[in-house]
């Protein structure tokens, strides 16, 4: 009898040890790495104005901007990192004249911060910034000779620094101490004009190119960024962002200001309208001014940058 006992325990322990994993019941393990948020946005804005035996004179007129944005942040108890993808283009179209760009952008952005504590409001930081455009610009009505070309100029902005943020969604101020500025203008002959701040090019008596301009302008200096975003009533947003950047080498203390102020005003989920301002200076980006040639111009000095601009248009995010 005893035999038989120790036999069927021997048996059921075997069919117990050989049972699958399945028939346990496990705890269930949550992954506890790193959690990204990703943001679609895909805008258009309209304006049109259209005028039929108007006696106060007038000329027809459609507008169209187009926008995408994209985000991908991530953000845990010591670390964030934020990364954006900004794409704009648009157009205006009068009865009597070509079709003219007039806003033309490709921005990526992506900031990493670092805390050594919890509750710190500090966050060690490197940011990389990247702009330049799509299309050709042109200094209308000259549609023959592009002032701006893609990559011509594109600009590149690298440092490490600190940055204060109350909270890092809504408000933050970053000071770089050391931030490269790249300035590419990759065009030949925008290059060898010297525009947008590079070495231009050497030419002799008879205008041949003896020593081709630069094509990258390298600096290293300062670099200030505020950004502030803030809900002013119920469905309207506001958005403010300055730039500040002033290089070591040359001419230090001249600063490059970028202000960027925008509202969004929201009607419902599909429906809203914009009100954008931005403001630029750049010593290197200098103006242009018409001669008494038609279609020519002469360099000027650098100028204050203003583009402003109001529509109603869909938003869609996804």
Do not use: C
């Not at 021997?10 to 948020?37: C, E, H, M, R």
């Not at 890092?168 to 300035?183: G, M, Q, R, V």
């Not at 931005?278 to 360099?299: A, I, M, Q």
Request: proline share 3%; glycine share 8%; aromatic share 14%.
């Amino acid at each position: 009898m005893k035999k038989i006992i120790l036999t069927l325990s021997i048996f059921t322990s075997q069919f117990v040890l050989a049972q699958p994993d399945s028939l346990y019941l496990y705890k269930k393990k949550v992954y506890n790495g790193p959690v990204w948020k990703q943001k679609h946005k895909a805008t258009i804005d309209l304006s049109e104005v259209a005028f039929v035996n108007w006696n106060s004179g007038g000329t027809n007129s459609i507008s169209a901007l187009i926008g995408y944005k994209y985000s991908a942040d991530y953000k845990d108890k010591f670390f964030f990192w934020k990364n954006n993808l900004n794409v704009g283009y648009g157009v205006n179209k009068q009865a009597d004249r070509e079709l003219r760009k007039t806003d033309d952008v490709l921005e990526i952005t992506s900031n990493l911060g670092y805390k050594s504590t919890p509750k710190a409001k500090w966050f060690y930081s490197a940011r990389l910034n990247f702009k330049t455009q799509m299309r050709n610009g042109y200094k209308y009505p000259n549609t023959d000779d592009p002032i701006s070309r893609f990559m011509a100029p594109g600009y590149l902005f690298f440092g490490g620094g600190m940055e204060y943020g109350k909270d890092i969604d809504e408000l933050s101020l970053y000071f770089s101490p050391l931030t490269l500025k790249a300035t590419f203008v990759l065009d030949e002959d925008l290059a060898n004009s010297g525009s947008f701040g590079v070495t231009p090019a050497v030419f002799d008596s008879e205008g041949n190119v003896i020593e081709a301009g630069e094509k990258i302008r390298e600096e290293v200096g300062i670099l200030l960024t505020k950004r502030y975003d803030m809900n002013l009533a119920k469905n309207i947003k506001a958005s403010n962002l300055l730039s500040l950047y002033t290089d070591y080498i040359n001419n230090f203390g001249n600063v490059d200001v970028d202000w960027r102020l925008n509202f969004d005003f929201k009607v419902n989920s599909f429906v809203r309208a914009t009100l954008e301002s931005h403001l630029k200076y750049d010593d290197d980006v200098k103006t242009l001014e018409p001669t008494d040639v038609e279609g020519e111009f002469d360099e000027a000095g650098a100028k204050v940058q203003w583009k402003q601009f109001l529509g109603i248009g869909f938003a869609v995010d996804f």
